[in-house]
């Protein structure tokens, strides 16, 4: 992949501004191997595996100030309404669509209608609609998982970045954050799901989870420390019902018995 290539890929991972982290390189798939640095208005990035050539840099044409300004316009446009796009159909049209969200437990939230999950043919991703929170017949965004281990980057977010995918959402008291839309949805029958898409927790998302008594943190192994971050970092504004949930493995995996008997076995 060329630098342009490179570039537009690191850039559809939508790092915030202002942080250095590392994660998975959607470039040579090795886990937890890509650093991302976005301070002082520069996105570079590295790969420290040796099979990689993946690095890069690009400086902003913008100071902090427009920085600044743009991101507080976002958060103010959280809730605009996105037009779904011509190529996003209906789950059926795909049969790898269709098997991911049975294998990944989602199938049961899609039939209740608790998640809208489309297909969008032209990029070939499964696709996790994120509704308005106030008008539930409208959406705000989309997130969308690559069918194809060839498509970058593995999870693609469409329209508003700010406002996490739930799932679940007027039915429970509780909440669970967890790090993709899958996981939302397997949990639903028990807690709302609610996918930060990443494993960094924005002042947008804190606001949508002030409505419940009770607040698990279930990131993956990779993340714990994380995890403790953001349950610090909850406590600190006034979250008073926190708890971080150790797991075997990403909630998707498991199934509605098997995930209430973790929760309230
Ligand atoms: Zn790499």
Redesign the pocket.
């Known amino acids: 992949m060329n630098y342009k290539q490179q570039l537009e890929v690191v850039q559809g991972l939508f790092v915030p501004p202002d942080t250095q982290i590392r994660m998975d390189?959607p470039?040579?798939h090795?886990k937890n191997?890509?650093s991302v640095d976005t301070t002082s208005n520069n996105i570079g990035w590295y790969?420290f595996?040796t099979s990689?050539s993946?690095k890069g840099k690009h400086q902003g044409e913008k100071d902090m100030t427009y920085v600044n300004s743009t991101f507080k316009k976002k958060e103010e446009n959280l809730n605009t309404e996105f037009y779904v796009p011509d190529n996003f159909k209906i789950l059926d049209s795909s049969d790898k669509a269709r098997q991911y969200i049975h294998k990944n437990n989602c199938w049961e939230a899609w039939a209740w209608g608790r998640a809208d999950i489309k297909y969008d043919v032209k990029q070939n991703r499964v696709v996790f609609m994120i509704r308005h929170e106030q008008k539930a017949h409208e959406f705000v965004g989309a997130v969308g998982r690559a069918l194809s281990s060839v498509t970058y980057p593995k999870w693609y977010m469409y329209g508003n970045k700010d406002v996490p995918f739930k799932c679940g959402l007027h039915e429970h008291n509780e909440a669970v954050i967890v790090e993709d839309c899958a996981s939302a949805c397997a949990v639903s029958n028990i807690l709302t799901g609610v996918a930060i898409l990443g494993t960094s927790l924005k002042q947008s998302h804190k606001q949508s989870l002030k409505s419940y008594d009770k607040l698990y943190i279930a990131l993956d192994r990779d993340a714990t420390t994380k995890a403790f971050d953001i349950a610090n970092e909850l406590r600190s504004e006034g979250f008073k019902n926190v708890e971080i949930k150790a797991l075997k493995d990403d909630l998707k995996y498991f199934n509605t018995e098997e995930i209430k008997e973790m929760f309230y076995g």
């Open positions: 390189c470039f040579c090795n191997t890509l790969c595996h990689c993946a």
